[in-house]
């Protein structure tokens, strides 16, 4: 079968998600090379790239991370092939090193970098406004308001990067990534899959003398994409009036359905920027001749407000101009429709058109219901192997952690997390704690995360003769983001040949950690005994626990468990595991048998045995 | 210019609202009506809450805001309830009434509220709600995994969107997999049925 977003029905409409759509449209841009690192909320995109890889000549990676996205993306379009690199909007910081100095050298083959940003959190660390590195490296950036448009866009986004050579940035946030719409599909253009080289070491090698003249071009690129942006239909102006509002990406949607619902469209002008970077200057100093207030309204940060505020400075204007104040909005958390209506209104000074809401305030407290690490799930066994073994220890433990399914280890009563940073900072934050404190330092990462950019930090521990012990949590995938591959995944399993598993157990012994120790968690006992030994080490110790991700592993046999009539309701079980399997009737643990996966680790610490798998029928 | 209709659909992980939604678009693209929707995961896999946003008709936002959903789709009572700031005073409220207690509720933390009450103030608070079993007759159509597709046929047999039961029978051929075709086609008539 054919991949749906291959389809040749030119003219069709389907239904697709903004990911989809972004897909869609590098397909019809004739995309050759994309690379990726995981992240919510872009890791559709890579998901559904990855498939289409299978059938078609696009070449496709998961890379180790996004610096190495980028570079991978980078070589291929500067030997003439069009690429495209996908992360969340903090992959960009790691890939903030080849992206500054790649807006020097510029690209041949069409280039596009999609920047998935998280505005209110849904699944981030942060929610900075990715919209500054535009700015920060002077590189044309796109950002679509509609599905149908991260189609179009992103297909526009190629053309235009070779017009430019340089890389454009498809800005997206999660309200694009994650809604879904109507996309026109348009016709497919070929994949051309292997370019040519021609050497020009005095234009493509960065070393001073170049760069100087590199970042002459850069500005005189950034020039011509202005005099693009001044004409681009991405920039429009949509009704008539005295007012004017300056807005992008989904902030228009909310905009335009607002002006609809007050009835306003012929007091208002709405001026929607798509093409963001740079700003079309003159159109908008012409817009504000025509108006005798202007609204900014954008999520995050002043980014439209600043530079339009210094082009009224520019041009002499000297009306109201509006956007982030205590009274307006705010620069925290996503934008919201009703949000939006409520400030024009206020700032336009019209009657806002709200619904008669409903009082809640005498609803009874509803329970939360917090994701919690899977029933079964080995970073739950490991957790508590590792509290039982710090209990022997003469001082407190703190534990570093990393990005993945089992920061939610920080949630009682595991409780098994206290500082984090960023992807690959248990690592390095670890050598400082272990320097700055008489604590014990015990860290955990993720296999993924490891490769991703834990593996610079613990050469730094050998070299630097640290002291703490570092677990890493080996489950053979990249779980929390939907399942994707890592270099120590054994691809055979999925009949992938051309990949080539590393070890990471063998890598962390060339890098000379002096103690290494495996682990399987669902062992309590040998697991503790082993923690216990590792921490005592006088330097660096890795723990490497390994078991598959509960949620995809097919070779176990997932025989429930089941608590007996010797149960005496210690609910140790409960108080120091939490499994989501468990459950209390008439005041006795039970466990749900659809839930239970059979790790028997309750099982191992039950003080009266009372835990034993059910008979089978 | 059709007036915006908007559906919030709130579920747990694991209840198919996702699939509740692709058949409602997938329904509503074919009948020509504008539609637009945006989810929100929560680490649906993980235990949390699944909420879709649909909006039928001429709107350009993908996601509803509070006291702004004209119709609540609840998949579990305590979520419903949760959801239901999402209403307005003119909302119409579909409910499934078997619960789904978080861990929390399951292990002795936190209260599971009474469902005699949520019944009693969703009926006070909103114009019109329906309350029906779908986990009972998800299981009478054959299969506890259809509760999705019991709830699409509770929603349309209100006549609150804009789309036929027969325009939701055939979405749901095109979406759901050919062995589950007529098992969430009875579903859908259960569904139908219990709100009639």
Redesign the interface.
Known sequence: MTHKLLSTNTGQ?Q?MLGNEAIVRGAVEAGLSVGATYPGTPSSEISLNLFQISQKTDLYFEYSTNEKIAVEVAASAAASGVRSMCIMKHVGLNVAADPLMTLAYLGVKGGMVIVSADDPMM??SQNEQDNRYYALLSGLPMLEP???DEARSMTHYAFDLSEQLNEPVILRTTT?IN?????VKLAHIQPVKRKGTFKKDPFRLVAIPSVSRQLHVQLLENIKRARELSESSKLNTITGSGQWGIICNG?S???V??AV?DLDIGNQVKIFRIGFSHPLPENQIKSFFKECEKVLIVEEGEPWLETQVKALAQESGQTIPIHGKSDLLFSRLYEL????VRSVIAQYFKVTDS???????S?????????????AGCSHRATFYAVKQAAKSLDKPVIYPTDIG?YT?GVLPPLSMADYLICMGSSVGTSCGFSKSLDNKVVAFIGDSTFFHSGIPGLINAVFNQHKFTLVILENGTTAMTGHQPHPGVDMMQFNLDSFTQISIEKMVRAMGVPYVATVRPYQIKKSIEIFKEAFLYDGVSVVISQEPCT?INKNRKKRPFMVTDKCKNHRIC?SEL?C?A???ENNFVKINPAQCVGCAVCAQICPENAIIPVKEA | MMKPIRLIIVAVGGQGNLLASKVLGDAAMRAGIPVVMSEIHGMAQRGGVVESALIFGNANSSIISDNEADILLGFEPSETLRALKKCHKNSCVITSMAPLPPFTVNIGKGKYPDLKNVKSLIQQKTARSFFLNATHLAQEAGNILSVNIVLLGALTATGMIPLSQKQMKDAIRNTVKKAFIDINLSAFELGAAAIA
């Not at chain 1, 709200?354 to 809640?360: S, V």
């Open positions: 409409t239904l849904f699944s308001s509609s599905i309200r994650h809604s879904t719409g109507p989904v228009f949607n909310y335009s359905d609809a919201e429709p009703a949000k709200k619904q008669t809401g409903i009082d809640t005498d609803l009874p407290e509803i329970p939360g219901r917090p994701p919690n690490l899977c399914c939610l949620l409960i939490a989501p468990f459950y209390i």
